[in-house]
C-alpha cells in the first residue's frame, strides 16, 4: 500500500513550507533518544512508505523526533497509528497507566485524558468517552492510537507533508484564565491527602461550574485575598470560608466532581457580580454604578475606598468608568432589600470595554 494515497493529508491549519530539507545525512543506527532538528533528517529521497522499510517522521513544534524509535505505521484501511507516550510525553504531558479502570491516563496541568487500549475509548475529563473510529492498539509494549487523536482529543494543529512528515503544532489560542471554569461558594469540608489538601465546596450558583465539587490543592496553588492581592497559604483557609474557585475542565465523574483547582479567592466578608455597567449616578457627593437591569442586577456605591483597576493592574478613577464597561465587582454581602439592591463596593475590576455601547448618553 503505497503513501501516494495519503500525499495531500492535512488534518488542520496550513501545510508547513519547506518542511524538511537534508543538509545532514541520517544515521538510522544512530540512537535518539531527544527531539532532533527536522533539518538534521535525510527524508526527502523518496516518498514515505511504512511498508517498504521507510517511515513517517514525527515533527513536533520544528523538532522530529527519531523515527527508528518512534515508528509510526498505516493500517490496511489507511489509518496512521502514532505512538502515544512519546508523542504526548515531547508535547508536556505526564503518562501513566490507572490498573482500576484500565485506562492510560494523561496529566497536564488540569487536563486528564484518557485511552482504553484495544478499544475506541477516548476521553477528556468528565466528559463521556468519545469514538474516533479506530481502537488504540498495543504493539511491542507501545501503545498506538489514531492520528485524528491530534486534533479530536489533543487538539493540536497537525499538518502531514508530501514526504511523510506529521508535523505537530501546539497551540496556546487562549489564555489559560479564559478557559477556566468558577465556583462561587463556602468551603464544607477540608481534608488532608497524599499529594496536598482537597476542598469541598458547596457552591452558591451553577452559572459557571458546579453546586457542589472537590478541588485539590498544594503549596503552589495560587491563594489570594481580591481585595488586597495579597498571597495567603493553606492554614488561612477554614472550613465555613467563602471562596471563589477557578479550575479546569478535566474532572472526574465521580458525584460530586473532583479536580485541580488553579486559583482559588478567599473572599472573607465580601461577594464578587460579574456583569455590564448600564447605569452611573452621581448626586448628593455619592457615586453610584448600576450592574445589569433594575429587577435583576445591583446598585453598588463607588466610595474613595474602592479600588477601581483593569485585568493588568492598571488604576482608574471612577469618571473613567462608562456605560457598556464589562466589569467584576467585589461587594460587601450586606446590602439593601430594595429592588435592584445596594451595597457598597469594594473592588472594581474592568475588563472590558463596550465602545459602542459607551458612546450612548
Known amino acids: 500500500m503505497k503513501f501516494n494515497k495519503v500525499l495531500v493529508f492535512t488534518l488542520a491549519g496550513a501545510m508547513l513550507a519547506s518542511g524538511i530539507?537534508?543538509?545532514?545525512?541520517?544515521?538510522?543506527?544512530?540512537?535518539?533518544?531527544?527531539?532532533?532538528?527536522?533539518?538534521?533528517?535525510?527524508?526527502?529521497?523518496?516518498?514515505?512508505?511504512?511498508y517498504e522499510g521507510f517511515h513517517f517522521v514525527i515533527v513536533i513544534n520544528g523538532t522530529a523526533l527519531n523515527p527508528e524509535e518512534n515508528k509510526v505505521y498505516m493500517k490496511?484501511?489507511?489509518?496512521?497509528?502514532?505512538?502515544?507516550?512519546?508523542?504526548?510525553?515531547?508535547?508536556?504531558?505526564?503518562?501513566?497507566?490507572?490498573?482500576?479502570?484500565r485506562v492510560v491516563e494523561l496529566l497536564k496541568g488540569p487536563n486528564l485524558?484518557?485511552?482504553?487500549?484495544?478499544?475506541?475509548?477516548?476521553?477528556?475529563?468528565?466528559?463521556?468517552p468519545v469514538k474516533l473510529g479506530t481502537a488504540s492498539e498495543i504493539l511491542k509494549g507501545t501503545t498506538y492510537v489514531p492520528?485524528?487523536?491530534?486534533?479530536?482529543?489533543?487538539?493540536?494543529?497537525?499538518?502531514?507533508?508530501?514526504?511523510?512528515?506529521?508535523?505537530?503544532t501546539s497551540q496556546q489560542t487562549e489564555t489559560k484564565e479564559s478557559?477556566?471554569?468558577?465556583?462561587?461558594?463556602?468551603?464544607?469540608?477540608?481534608?488532608?491527602?497524599?499529594?496536598?489538601?482537597?476542598?469541598?465546596?458547596?457552591?452558591?450558583?451553577?452559572?459557571?461550574?458546579?453546586?457542589s465539587i472537590v478541588l485539590h490543592i498544594n503549596e503552589e496553588t495560587p491563594l489570594i485575598d481580591p481585595i488586597t492581592d495579597k498571597t495567603l497559604s493553606i492554614k488561612d483557609l477554614k472550613q465555613g470560608d467563602s471562596v471563589r474557585a477557578f479550575y479546569g475542565p478535566a474532572l472526574t465523574r465521580s458525584l460530586p466532581p473532583q479536580g485541580q483547582a488553579e486559583r482559588i479567592e478567599l473572599l472573607k466578608d465580601v461577594t464578587v457580580k460579574?456583569?455590564?455597567?448600564?447605569?452611573?449616578?452621581?448626586?448628593?457627593?455619592?457615586n453610584q454604578i448600576l450592574i445589569g437591569d433594575k429587577v435583576n442586577g445591583i446598585v453598588l456605591t463607588i466610595s474613595d475606598k474602592t479600588k477601581i483597576i483593569t485585568e493588568d493592574n492598571k488604576e482608574l478613577a471612577f469618571t473613567d468608568l462608562k456605560k457598556g464597561m464589562?466589569?467584576?465587582?467585589?461587594?460587601?454581602?450586606?446590602?439593601?432589600?430594595?429592588?435592584?439592591?445596594?451595597?457598597?463596593?469594594?473592588?472594581?475590576?474592568?475588563k472590558k470595554v463596550d465602545t459602542q455601547a459607551s458612546t450612548e448618553k
Open 21 to 50: 530539507v537534508a543538509s545532514a545525512e541520517y544515521s538510522p543506527n544512530k540512537a535518539l533518544q531527544e527531539p532532533v532538528p527536522i533539518s538534521s533528517l535525510n527524508v526527502n529521497e523518496k516518498p514515505q512508505d511504512s
Open 76 to 101: 490496511d484501511d489507511d489509518t496512521i497509528m502514532i505512538p502515544l507516550r512519546a508523542v504526548t510525553e515531547t508535547l508536556g504531558y505526564e503518562i501513566q497507566w490507572n490498573n482500576e479502570a
Open 113 to 128: 485524558i484518557m485511552v482504553k487500549p484495544g478499544e475506541d475509548y477516548y476521553s477528556f475529563g468528565k466528559m463521556a
Open 147 to 168: 492520528l485524528n487523536f491530534l486534533t479530536d482529543i489533543l487538539k493540536v494543529e497537525t499538518v502531514m507533508d508530501e514526504t511523510g512528515g506529521i508535523n505537530i
Open 179 to 211: 478557559t477556566l471554569l468558577q465556583t462561587l461558594g463556602k468551603i464544607s469540608e477540608i481534608n488532608k491527602t497524599e499529594k496536598g489538601t482537597s476542598l469541598w465546596i458547596e457552591g452558591e450558583n451553577s452559572d459557571e461550574g458546579y453546586d
Open 274 to 286: 460579574a456583569g455590564v455597567i448600564t447605569d452611573i449616578m452621581s448626586y448628593d457627593k455619592t
Open 326 to 350: 464589562d466589569i467584576e465587582a467585589y461587594h460587601s454581602l450586606m446590602a439593601t432589600m430594595s429592588l435592584p439592591p445596594i451595597s457598597s463596593a469594594e473592588k472594581i475590576v474592568v
